[in-house]
């Protein structure tokens, strides 16, 4: 809810229009990805999340543009350089979550409408939790983070961390330069 409410103080603001169902059903379905019961052995938290909220949208027969644009917004929330330059659902989850999640563009939000959000949704231990959760899918799916930002908490925190960085595959590449 909190990303959600975050995006639209965002898009409000900037006077951005958009469809404020879609954008709702992306936001509070977002993570997804991040509940054991729809996380599978590989797959990116992201996508694992937009698979789950596709099929329960399919279930409930929503048109399969509008299932398309909840797909995109959950898959690509972490990537606000890409979602940004997609339609306002898509971007408005990512920089809601994003603001939720490290306070990105917080000083955009009047001030009395961030103490309303967080005193209805209040984030009560989030940081333990989120932190627990990344090194959670580090620890089940390294390599779903390759090339993810999740892989540098687990090379921080998880001693012999299996996942290259992005320099390991340049230079291990199989290639005579």
């Not at 052995?41 to 399969?64: C, K, Q, T, W």
């Not at 809601?96 to 009560?124: H, M, V, Y």
Request: net charge neutral; with cysteine; glycine share 8%.
């Amino acid at each position: 809810m909190r990303s959600y409410l975050f995006g639209c103080a965002l898009f409000d603001r900037r006077g951005v229009s958009y469809d404020r169902e879609l954008a709702f059903v992306a936001a509070v379905l977002h993570d997804l990805g991040l509940v054991e019961g729809h996380r599978t052995p590989a797959e990116r938290f992201e996508v694992d999340g937009a698979d789950a909220a596709r099929r329960f949208l399919v279930e409930r027969r929503v048109p399969a543009e509008r299932v398309d644009v909840v797909w995109d917004a959950i898959a690509l929330h972490t990537n606000t350089g890409i979602a940004t330059r997609k339609r306002p659902e898509i971007a408005m989850v990512s920089l809601g979550s994003g603001l939720d999640f490290s306070g990105n563009d917080l000083q955009q939000i009047p001030s009395g409408t961030r103490e309303e959000i967080l005193a209805a949704f209040p984030r009560k231990g989030f940081k333990q939790n989120a932190l627990s959760t990344i090194l959670s899918l580090c620890r089940t799916k390294p390599l779903s983070t390759l090339m993810h930002p999740f892989a540098e908490v687990g090379r921080r925190h998880i001693p012999g961390f299996p996942v290259p960085t992005v320099e390991d595959l340049l230079l291990g590449a199989p290639f005579a330069d």
